[in-house]
């Protein structure tokens, strides 16, 4: 009987992943999203006609980061919980691309109110995640927040 204790000790046989086995690897998925969007070439403020390309190339990293966070195996206690946190993280990430699409067919208004309705969604993300201890995930999904300028140098 013993042995048994150490095998499925061994083998995880406690029901899957620990709290804080989940939140170093979710940690080290979002750290390295916000890396690589920060790697990618953002435009200025004023370059209106850049901005939904560099939205869509946000989008797209926050989408394969979602992707391995739902690869994770999630500590059963929690899993609920952490549902519902990339429920949020997917919404938000919903909202940035209708944001990017909306710009690039030139709909600002309607990007405008993505931007909005995407922030109010990261926000309970955030919480969630600041919550759990999912600090390097507070903030990482949300796309930057553009607001079109028609004045030149704005």
């Not at 009987?1 to 095998?7: D, K, Q, Y």
């Not at 992707?67 to 946190?85: F, G, N, S, T, Y």
């Not at 919404?91 to 922030?119: C, E, H, M, P």
Request: aromatic share 4%.
């Amino acid at each position: 009987m013993l042995a048994l204790g150490f095998l499925l000790a061994a083998c995880g046989g406690s029901g899957g992943m620990t709290k804080a086995e989940y939140v170093k690897k979710a940690n080290g998925i979002c750290r390295d999203a916000a890396e690589e969007v920060a790697a990618l070439r953002m435009p200025g403020r004023a370059d209106v006609a850049g901005m939904p390309k560099a939205a869509a190339e946000v989008v797209a990293v926050q989408r394969k980061a979602v992707d391995r966070l739902h690869a994770i195996r999630r500590p059963k206690p929690d899993r609920v919980e952490i549902a519902k946190w990339i429920a949020l993280v997917d919404q938000t990430i919903d909202q940035a691309d209708l944001s990017a699409r909306s710009q690039r067919d030139g709909d600002f208004q309607r990007a405008i109110a993505a931007n909005v309705n995407g922030a109010a969604l990261d926000h309970r993300a955030d919480q969630l995640a600041r919550a759990y201890g999912l600090r390097m995930c507070v903030q990482a999904a949300t796309a930057p927040a553009t607001r079109p300028s028609t004045k030149a140098g704005a």
